[in-house]
């Protein structure tokens, strides 16, 4: 069994804030404030390892948003 959670990623000069995406809807105010990028975590029952390497690469993408300039656009859904 695989249990698939979405999350939308808020990127801003400041900070970087997670919002739980509610059934597919996006919040146009939240939309026009944040970019966004989607990130998907699969939960397995039977792998708690994969799920901890899943979790590792969700850090490390954070890192590398990090990185980049706050100015920039994003449109990756």
Known sequence: MCETESWKVGVNVNNLQWQKRHRGRVDEKAK??????????????DSLQL???????????????????????????
């Open 51 to 77: 799920a901890n390497q899943r979790l590792g690469g969700i850090q490390l993408l954070i890192s590398t948003i990090r990185r980049f300039d706050a100015g920039a656009q994003w449109d990756l859904r």
């Open 32 to 45: 026009s404030r944040w970019s966004e990028i989607q990130v998907r975590v699969f939960w397995t029952q």
